[in-house]
């Protein structure tokens, strides 16, 4: 089974500032998604990027970036130029690609990080 | 922008009674899904329902939890008989594939009391 570890409980982060969050990873598989969600205090969990892990090159979304290293199943977000509205918990997610076996499309969460941003 | 929208947001409920959380999907998703989160701890998968049946659950979906698409609109989770530790905050979402993204609704805080 696949397993999302994510060690910081709490980061904060002054406004305007870079922030990196990071997670690791257990699987067996060689071909996956890893997705990082927002969740603000309204509870809606937000899809905030995508990783392909047959694509080398990190993802990108405006001021959102991952740094992805597929041998030592690690995904980080590094989010700059942070913003109020940045504050949140932010979760780290794993889905398989394959249908079939114990993993057919569902995603499993890391432990979260609450992120604080200061003005 | 379409929304997964759930209701109630939140259920307070005697332990022992059954409750019936309500979720509709974004309208050309096809594959639907419940997740829950106990305070403070992570997001966990309960159960995955495409084609009118469920594709995938977890140990947690056990006999006491259902879940029914009953008029193509509605998805919906049934627990019979709520117990304490049910308590959480549960969470449906959508894809228009199996490998699209999942869209999250806001989520229903169920309380057994």
């Known amino acids: 089974a696949q397993t999302v570890t994510q060690s910081q409980p709490e980061m904060s982060v002054q406004e305007a500032e870079t922030v990196t969050l990071s997670c690791t990873y257990d699987?067996?598989?060689?071909?996956?998604?890893l997705f990082w969600y927002k969740q603000p205090p309204s509870r809606q969990m937000i899809l905030v990027i995508r990783?392909?892990?047959?694509?080398?090159q990190n993802a990108t979304e405006n001021r959102f970036s991952v740094n992805f290293q597929k041998a030592a199943k690690s995904f980080s977000l590094k989010i700059s130029d942070s913003q109020l509205g940045d504050a949140a918990m932010y979760f780290c997610?794993?889905?398989?690609?394959?249908?079939?076996?114990?993993?057919?499309?569902?995603?499993?969460f890391g432990q979260g990080t609450i992120l604080t941003v200061h003005p | 922008e379409p929304e997964v929208t759930q209701t109630p947001s939140h259920q307070v409920t005697q332990m022992g009674q059954e409750v019936i959380l309500r979720c509709v999907p974004i309208?050309?998703?096809?594959?639907f899904y419940w997740y829950r989160q106990i305070l403070g701890q992570k997001v966990e998968f309960l159960v995955s329902?495409?084609?009118?049946?469920?594709?995938?659950k977890s140990e947690i979906f056990d006999d006491q939890f259902s879940v029914e698409r009953p008029d193509g609109s509605n998805f919906t989770l049934k627990i019979r008989s709520t117990k304490l530790e049910d308590s959480a905050m549960y969470f449906c979402?959508?894809?228009?594939?199996?490998?699209?993204?999942?869209?999250f609704g806001d989520g229903t805080r169920l309380s057994i009391l």
């Open positions: 979402a959508s894809s228009e594939a199996r490998t699209a993204p999942q869209h």
């Open positions: 699987t067996s598989e060689s071909d996956y998604y």
């Open positions: 990783q392909e892990a047959y694509k080398q």
């Open positions: 997610a794993y889905r398989s690609v394959y249908a079939g076996g114990t993993s057919y499309g569902k995603l499993t």
């Open positions: 309208s050309n998703h096809l594959y």
């Open positions: 329902f495409y084609n009118n049946e469920i594709s995938e």
